[in-house]
């Protein structure tokens, strides 16, 4: 008797996975709409060093995503990735200034990110304040400690090697690629086979529920902040290997760019909902928008208002998909 | 006066209502009736504008109307006291009742002494004297309750729904609410009563009106059928065939007398004062109270989640201090909140999800899970509870509300607890679920575990409790053997001293 009022149970599986091929299909067919639109548009767009130029830019916001993913999805948001990409930036060019070799620097920078991070976890899960109020204070502080040790120049003068990691190729592809793809391996593991990557869309998807479940909701928040500072870090150190320099100004608004390229993959603001490799989708489909747009030498100042236009419709969209909870 | 015909509701995976018609007389009480799931709290959403509807149409005076807000129904008159309160914790009662219509005085600004003198006048109507100016969250929770039906009668209306009023009121306080409601039915006012005490929808209502799994199955006059005969129709079987299937033989109890917990003097700072009572190895104990008196504050308290002041907890002769979730899930004790939606479940997760996450621990080679030690739990809990499920890997919003408590429930089992929390255990689930859940749990109390279940309905405490404490305004009143239980003497313990 009671059956009748469930539809019948089949018909779920059916109509689910349907719901999901749409939408998560639809943004890669828009972006493969895209590439054709842009390669029609402009034939130099398939020329291998601009397809190579596309994955290389973007490789930098494909880190910043994953880990950007794993905040989302525990409910938080981080807007210091951006400024810590410049200090980054900064830190490995003193470091290797200082003679160190570039994979201790990177280490080293890395770890002296993650402190940044780890405070912005400590503050938001302690006094339970919006990660967005805290994470826009520390990126303005960053920022300034940016311009503060560098007196607002940039750090050159660097040995040759230093370009390695941004400019060069490994069999042909970037390094910066390689180092995007076992990020985004790494990323997809930890979430979907490890406690700490479950408990994360726990926090994120219940935050309630996963305190009486007995998980340390504190405990995954700082750690999703931390571990996203440090990728930012990683970023910082690829984006001032292709620079061949630190500087204090770059970096701005990156966080803008890879919290869209997340909403785009699917990741929600709301929390408990996220995908490493759909937020990969959602960066490259950035990078192809850009790059299209600069062969069509449309002025960055354009490109600067597409830019806002596409993180209201990321948004938008977050919020459409969110509007049929059961 | 009032019509609904042919409406059909559908959530994601429900059919919530199918095809009801409901039809509302001038100046009459009508009372609506039915089980947690069938349907009436939906019905009352669409009258009132909260929920849009997919099929049927709604008539006013003979007129087809459409409802796409609750400003809409509040047009046509229609005023709704929900169930769960929807009062400005932070405002002045008098601005509560008034909410949306703040009378003015020409030019637009708002007329405070007309605010407070007729909240002062809608309150004494309803027996209440309280400071208009006080904010509602000093209030306790049967005022706050009474504030919310000042706050709809206020409006005019000509149609006053009412879902639950009566769920935090002591007898006194609802004779009162019984009289203004006779009154405002004398001027013409209609109104629709959900409760389901069924005591109270015979004492002032004038037709009842049947929902049973979303389908409407009879209207009747209040005298011509009797109390028994409605609630076999509300659960649509013989009584005796459902007494006789939900009793699994807890009658003769062998009833342990191993104290496996006891709490002592447990204070909180805003709610309890000094509770303390012994739960035994095997026993269901039932906690019972009006909404407001603390049931659920002694819950979370036993299991940790809310600060205490002061607390003696033993188990099984240990002393248990610093108490947190994950603490008291090590110790054995684990809690099945009231609210699943919201403090339970995983709504974008999946079953597996949903049922693996508290027991990660357990499923870990270091910090990677297991797949197979994994889905071996998942089977098992599925098959143990009888979930009814397409798969592992659905998310589990899809499922209806008793597979949904049945996940919950079961996901906790694998931890070998020894006590179970359990906080209205039944709450909107439909008929056949809840049954399957009594059977549960009467099988975990054969098995040695122990319950404490709390709950709003006599029946089910009947049916499920070898013993009830009865709690009132943060204080244990009183216990009950199951023999006992029943509404007088539970009334008596229960009874507010002051008049």
Redesign the interface.
Known sequence: MKNKLIVKMSDFSIRTFMKKIVQEGLIILILIGMIIIFGIANSNFFQYDNLMNIFRQMSVYAIMAVGMTMVLICGEIDLTVGAIVALAGIMVAYAVQAGMNMLAATILVMLGVGLIGLFNGIIVATFRVPSMLVTMGTMMAVRGTGYVITNGRSVSGLPDWFGHLGRNYLIGIPIPVIVTLIVVVLGWFVLKYTKYGRYMYAVGGNSESANLCGINTKKVIVGALTINTMLAGLSGVIWASRLNSGQPVVGQSYEMQVIAACVIGGASLRGGKGNVFMSLVGAILLGVLYNGLNLLRVSSYWQQIATGLIIILAIVLDSLRNLNKA | MFEISGVCKR?????AL?HVDFALKQGEIHGLLGENGAGKSTLMKIISGVYTYDEGEIRMEKEVVQFHSPRDALKCGISIISQELSLCEDLSVAENIHMGHLPEKAGGLIDWTKINTQSIEAMRDLGMDINPRLKVKHLSTSQKQLVEIAKAVSRNCKILLMDEPTSALAQTEVDHLFLKMRELAKRGISIVFISHKLDEVYTVCDRITLLR??RKIDTYMVGEKTQNKTIELMI?KPLDEYYATNNTGKITSKLSTEVIMTVKNLCTENKLKNISFSLHKGEILGLYGLMGSGRTEVLRAL?G?DKVNSMELTLNGKQLTKL???????NGIV?I?EERK????????SVS?NI???N??RL?AG???K?DKRDALVDDCITRMGV????RG??I??L?GGNQQKVIIGRWLANQPKVLLMDEPTKGI????KSEIYSLIHKFSQQGYSVLCVSSEISEIKQLCDRVILIRDGKLEGELERSEINLSNISEALAVEHL
């Open positions: 959530f994601v995976g429900v059919l199918d799994d979303g649509g299991y989640a947190t979730p994950a603490k008291s899930i090590q809690l909140p919201l403090q339970s479940l995983y709504l974008e997760l999800d693996c996450i508290p990660l621990n870990c910090p990677i899970v797949s009814k499920t397409p798969g659905i998310k919003k899809y209806s439909d008929v056949g679920a």
